[in-house]
């Protein structure tokens, strides 16, 4: 939903009647993954997709009976091997939708506050949960926030308690509680990449993480590396500061991966200090297998347990013989990638 928000935002100001279909679950192959969302207009207009082709016909065709009906349902639909061909899978599976009336536009002034407040969300980069009770009929939403506000008609502890879970596993899921089924979409804010030291790889893995949309931060109390290093894609942030001095001020939650570049102990390990007592998603330290064993030494000498110095990914990056700094920069982006969406 979160990429589709501007046309629902321009589709609700114009007070159209559309419906939002959600892939809630899928088994086998699928073509696209649970939280994949698509809009169908009374018009039959349609943006977005649930299935890459494969099922699309159907949901527009149910669309026309919710519409009417302004009740939600769940649809189950089989992807055939064949199909699943036609769209790069090499085998079938099934998918479970959820096919909606938009539901920010009516009457229920808890409805109508869920849809503003995931609209406030969406737009200023603000992590958040909506929860969809899934009941073939009038349907319910509550939107849970990191700090466990609750948006809609419920004061149910168990169902934020849940939506909280779902936020800190990055992982849109089904729950169920009471014997009632619910759909948590999670929304988390714009990924950080926070890069320990201006070395000159972090040139190129700046532009990287840029283009696969994360927001760059880049510390290291250096003068010489923060103000001489000449970025082909400057960073969102950059800091002549130690690690311990500025890590504070950032969110340091499962939607933050930590490089660590400099090089140099006393800067790695102030870095190193702070992150691996954090709930950060990834902490990644460039250097050869005898520099991780040197620095493991040294954190257990500083208190660490081996299961939080365990955290580390050093060697960093995905094994891809890497040897020129751009090609280094690849292979922590493709590990920092992989860990990204093992939560998908």
Not at 172 to 194: C, D, G, I, P, T
Request: hydrophobic letters at 40%; proline letters at 3%.
């Amino acid at each position: 939903m979160k990429e589709l928000f501007s046309q629902i935002a321009g589709w609700a100001k114009k007070n159209k009647v559309f419906t939002i279909g959600t892939v809630i679950k899928t088994w086998g192959s699928s073509p696209r993954p649970i939280g994949s969302t698509m809009l169908i207009s009374e018009d039959m207009e349609m943006i977005g997709s649930v299935s890459g082709g494969c099922v699309e016909g159907a949901v527009i065709k149910a669309s026309k009976d919710i519409v009417k009906s302004g009740r939600g349902k769940k649809l189950t639909f089989g992807v055939s091997n064949e199909e699943a061909w036609q769209v790069g899978l090499s085998c079938g599976g099934s998918m479970q939708v959820y096919l909606e009336p938009f539901f920010g536009n009516g009457d229920d002034e808890s409805e109508n506050a869920v849809w503003n407040k995931l609209s406030d969300c969406l737009e200023h980069n603000k992590a958040c949960v909506l929860i969809t009770e899934l009941i073939d009929g009038i349907n319910q939403h509550h939107l849970i926030l990191p700090d466990g506000t609750v948006i809609g008609n419920s004061e149910n502890l168990d169902l934020k308690n849940e939506g909280l879970r779902a936020y800190k596993e990055r992982k849109n899921q089904v729950f169920e509680l009471e014997e009632k089924q619910y759909f948590a979409h999670v929304f988390s804010r714009q990924a950080q990449m926070l890069i320990i030291g201006a070395a000159h790889i972090t040139v190129d893995l700046v532009t990287l993480a840029k283009m696969y949309g994360f927001e760059t931060i880049v510390i290291d109390p250096r003068g010489i590396f923060t103000n001489k290093t000449q970025f082909t894609t400057p960073p969102d942030q950059i800091f002549e500061k130690y690690p311990e001095e500025i890590l504070g001020d950032f969110t340091l939650d499962a939607y933050t991966y930590a490089v660590i570049l400099s090089h140099d102990p006393k800067i790695d390990d102030n870095a190193l200090h702070t992150l691996l007592r954090s709930e950060v998603a990834y902490i990644g330290a460039l250097g050869s297998r005898k520099t991780q064993a040197k620095r493991v030494a040294r954190l257990e000498a500083d208190g660490f347990s081996a299961e939080e110095i365990g955290r580390i990914h050093s060697p960093i990056g995905v094994d891809i013989k890497a040897k020129k700094p751009r090609e280094i920069a690849l292979s922590i982006m493709g590990e920092i990638i992989k860990v990204q969406n093992e939560f998908l």
